[in-house]
């Protein structure tokens, strides 16, 4: 049976690194929500948010795909608080019974160092500075007990 893993993480915590080794293992398919942003919209698109639902629309109908060809799934999205790892949750379930969630950890030290970094010398990451790196940090909510779901824990790499 077919699996969907979903990656939860910050930022510069190492998520896709670890989702693209994860579908390399596994013969998946890794869906990375920034990268299909970027290649659609750029690394600095306006109206982010409609534009994040047009592609996680197209995520989810893809992943979906995937899993009806038995084909496992890694969501590389960050799911960043519990409401939505209780949402995503909730519709791979209805996809197949193997959901999983990889937790990476990762100092914010480091993580806010490969973010500015990426930023000055990857064309095809998105726009993220010191400013919007803090602000985006206040809606992280770190894996906790009230995620009862599935999970392993990663280190980042």
Same mark, same amino acid.
């Given at each position: 049976?077919?699996?969907?893993? &979903?990656?939860? =993480? %910050?930022?510069?915590?190492?998520?896709?690194?670890?989702?693209?080794?994860? /579908? *390399?293992? #596994?013969?998946?398919?890794?869906?990375?929500?920034?990268?299909?942003?970027?290649?659609?919209?750029?690394?600095?698109?306006?109206?982010?948010?409609?534009?994040?639902?047009?592609?996680?629309?197209?995520?989810?109908?893809?992943?979906?795909?995937?899993?009806?060809?038995?084909?496992?799934?890694? &969501?590389?999205? =960050? %799911?960043?608080?519990?409401?939505?790892?209780?949402?995503?949750?909730?519709? /791979? *379930?209805? #996809?197949?019974?193997?959901?999983?969630?990889?937790?990476?950890?990762?100092?914010?030290?480091?993580?806010?160092?490969?973010?500015?970094?990426?930023?000055?010398?990857?064309?095809?990451?998105?726009?993220?500075?010191?400013?919007?790196?803090?602000?985006?940090?206040?809606?992280?909510?770190?894996?906790?007990?009230?995620?009862?779901?599935?999970?392993?824990?990663?280190?980042?790499?």
């Amino acid at each position: 049976m077919a699996a969907i893993h &979903l990656m939860v =993480g %910050f930022i510069g915590f190492g998520k896709t690194t670890i989702a693209k080794q994860l /579908a *390399k293992d #596994l013969n998946g398919k890794c869906f990375t929500h920034d990268e299909l942003m970027v290649e659609r919209y750029g690394n600095n698109p306006d109206d982010f948010k409609t534009k994040y639902k047009i592609v996680d629309n197209y995520i989810k109908q893809e992943a979906s795909k995937c899993i009806c060809n038995n084909q496992d799934v890694i &969501l590389d999205y =960050g %799911f960043w608080d519990h409401a939505t790892r209780y949402e995503y949750y909730n519709w /791979a *379930k209805k #996809l197949t019974d193997d959901v999983i969630f990889h937790v990476v950890e990762c100092d914010l030290n480091t993580a806010k160092k490969r973010v500015l970094n990426r930023t000055k010398t990857d064309p095809n990451a998105l726009f993220i500075d010191k400013n919007i790196f803090n602000v985006l940090l206040t809606q992280y909510e770190p894996w906790s007990d009230k995620d009862n779901f599935p999970f392993v824990f990663h280190k980042s790499l």
